[in-house]
């Protein structure tokens, strides 16, 4: 079992910057878990915006490449989202997961691929 919980989220002007982060509570070795971001806005399908394996090798969603950086801390069992160049579209409720099957393959941006999930954190971009 793991548990995810997320932070960082709130309210900021287009154009701002946030970041976020993600600590993780578990029985098994955090390092080795496959980890992704995503989010979902009211009236539309959760969606993938990062993830990172266990390597560090790392993947984007269209809508965020160039503006928003994945990283992890193994030591600390800390994931993070910097969110830079914010846009109004980026608002949603931003969201935690974890899995400890290694390499996020093509279907990293589907939420099946992940078991386990944090609650979520809002992020809001005015324009």
């Known amino acids: 079992q793991v548990q995810l919980q997320e932070s960082g989220g709130g309210s900021v002007q287009s154009g701002g910057s946030l970041r976020l982060s993600c600590a993780a509570a578990s029985a098994y070795t955090y390092s080795s878990y496959c980890m992704g971001w995503f989010r979902q806005a009211p009236g539309t399908e959760r969606e993938g915006v990062a993830a990172i394996d266990s390597d560090g090798s790392t993947t984007y969603a269209d809508s965020v490449k160039g503006r928003f950086t994945i990283s992890r801390d193994n030591a600390k069992n800390t994931l993070y989202l910097q969110m830079n160049s914010l846009k109004p579209e980026d608002t949603a409720m931003y969201y935690c997961?974890?899995?400890?099957?290694?390499?996020?393959?093509?279907?990293?941006?589907?939420?099946?691929?992940?078991?386990?999930w944090g609650q979520g954190t809002q992020v809001t971009v005015s324009s």
């Open positions: 997961a974890a899995d400890h099957r290694a390499g996020y393959g093509d279907s990293w941006s589907r939420p099946k691929r992940f078991n386990y």
